[in-house]
């Protein structure tokens, strides 16, 4: 299956501060995808990033907040902007395989 | 919209027991329905992935079904182990290539 490198890990931020997430992919994607997914609460789609073209958000996220970029076809970052508690989650990359998808290990983000 | 619905919300079995994990969604316009595993702060793992055309997959001590035109699918896990504890999560895959999950199903097998 598909290798996902997604960095880092976990982190503990300020409120206020950003922090951005990387996803390498060990081959070539069309599209990689976003998650978050709140304390207990299952997966949410935030956007959709396609190389060459601006990342496409879902309701309820905008690119203010959650910028996107996607460099070439085996790359992408995800910035949280301007950080708040509400944001402690942990955010997942992913990217479709003709097998199913695959997953990031997933960052886990803490807002203090 | 299409939802995604797992019952039950969460589940208790001693080792040894077979189970059955339940999930329905609304639209019934899906390209595949994937299941999968996650433990505690972790990634998620994919267990199996069922395509619409499909009834059901199987892998090792797990059976996938799925009715397409009844909106459900059901995981059948036989010989339930303490390491099967996780939470399961079945995600439907619709038009536009995007998964919709629904909300798992915490498992603990008690040794």
């Known amino acids: 299956s598909a290798v996902i490198s997604q960095k880092p890990s976990r982190d503990i931020c300020q409120r206020g501060t950003s922090l951005t997430i990387q996803c390498q992919v060990d081959?070539?994607?069309?599209?990689m995808f976003w998650y978050r997914q709140q304390p207990g609460q299952s997966l949410t789609l935030i956007a959709t990033a396609n190389q060459g073209s601006e990342a496409t958000y879902e309701s309820g996220f905008v690119i203010d907040k959650f910028p996107i970029s996607r460099p070439n076809l085996t790359f992408s970052t995800l910035t949280v902007s301007n950080m708040s508690p509400e944001d402690s989650s942990i955010y997942l990359c992913?990217?479709?395989?003709?097998?199913?998808?695959?997953f990031g290990s997933g960052t886990r983000l803490t807002v203090v | 919209k299409q939802e995604v619905t797992q019952i039950p919300a969460a589940l208790s079995v001693p080792e040894g027991e077979n189970l059955v994990l339940n999930c329905s969604f609304t639209d019934s316009a899906i390209y595949n329905l994937q299941w999968f595993r996650q433990d505690p702060g972790k990634g998620l793992t994919s267990l199996l992935l069922?395509?619409?055309?499909?009834r059901e997959q199987t892998s090792g001590r797990l059976n996938a079904s799925l009715d397409k035109s009844s909106g459900r699918s059901t995981l059948y896990i036989a010989a339930s182990q303490p390491g099967d504890s996780a939470t399961y999560l079945c995600?439907?895959?619709?038009?536009?290539?995007?998964?919709?999950f629904g909300s798992g199903t915490r498992l603990l097998v008690r040794p």
């Open positions: 992913s990217v479709p395989r003709t097998w199913g998808y695959t």
């Open positions: 081959s070539q994607v069309t599209m």
């Open positions: 995600a439907v895959m619709d038009s536009s290539y995007k998964l919709i």
């Open positions: 069922i395509q619409s055309s499909q």
